[in-house]
């Protein structure tokens, strides 16, 4: 499976960005699709992640401020995120997996000046 992310970039504190990965290859029909991301100084850590039932899940950190979703054909999943901050700057990954594989994607930089 390959990820390819876009819509990372310079912001301005208070505004938005809208993430998106597309994922091609053999992608299994139950999966979760997810981006993480490495703020400096600290580790990988989940930013949200969906299952391709739609299920959801959140770090607490990023609730209310970022939603995540996706579309089929192609695979793409989006992460629309608000009201960002100087901590959130970090290189944000795109992350698949199912029951026997996982893969990472590249990476985008996120940066939010104050």
């Known amino acids: 499976v390959q990820l390819q992310a876009s819509g990372g970039g310079l912001v301005q504190a208070g505004g938005s960005l809208r993430l998106s990965c597309v994922a091609s290859g053999s992608i299994f029909s139950g999966n979760t699709m997810a981006w993480y991301r490495q703020t400096p100084g600290n580790q990988r850590e989940l930013v949200a992640s969906?299952?391709?039932?739609?299920?959801?899940d959140y770090a607490d950190s990023m609730k209310g401020r970022v939603t995540i979703s996706r579309v089929t054909a192609p695979t793409t999943v989006y992460l629309q995120m608000n009201r960002l901050k100087p901590e959130d700057t970090g290189v944000y990954y795109c992350h698949y997996s199912s029951t026997y594989r996982a893969f990472w994607g590249r990476g985008t930089q996120v940066t939010v000046s104050s």
């Open positions: 969906i299952t391709s039932d739609g299920n959801t």
